[in-house]
């Protein structure tokens, strides 16, 4: 059964909420990495107040987001189930990685991807309002 449109279109809105707001945070993350360190990619860790209830809605509490990534693995203590789900706007994506054990075990972990001014980035949470960005041109 498909999803319906207006619960999808929802979800993309509250990313594109948090796409807005990190955008114009890069920027002015941006205006202090020198470019030539962008060659080669810098990893930087921020504070940005409010963005910390944004992220989880969109990222963390999104329930519309595709399987774009399956893959079941076999190791020595037992085979585990890997997916990535994908929430897509014009430019930037957000994803969930979940690996599921065979011992029971989940673990779950979320980024953004974004463009800005031909450099991309990738940006995690560590806690609350602290995100972990990395540049590269």
């Not at 020198?34 to 107040?49: I, M, P, R, W």
Request: aromatic share 12%.
């Amino acid at each position: 059964m498909p999803i319906e449109e207006s619960y999808k279109r929802a979800s993309l809105e509250k990313l594109q909420k948090v796409e807005e707001y990190i955008k114009n945070a890069l920027q002015e993350i941006l205006s202090q990495v020198d470019e030539e360190d962008l060659e080669y990619g810098v990893s930087q860790e921020a504070t940005l107040s409010g963005l910390g209830e944004l992220w989880e809605e969109a990222v963390e509490k999104n329930n519309y987001m595709e399987v774009v990534f399956t893959e079941i693995m076999e190791h020595h203590d037992g085979a585990y189930l890997k997916a990535t789900f994908r929430n897509s706007t014009e430019d930037a994506y957000a994803e969930r990685y979940i690996s599921v054990w065979s011992s029971g075990r989940v673990e779950m972990s979320y980024a953004l991807f974004l463009s800005l001014n031909s450099v991309s980035a990738r940006v995690e949470r560590i806690k609350g309002d602290t995100f972990r960005f990395f540049f590269k041109k």
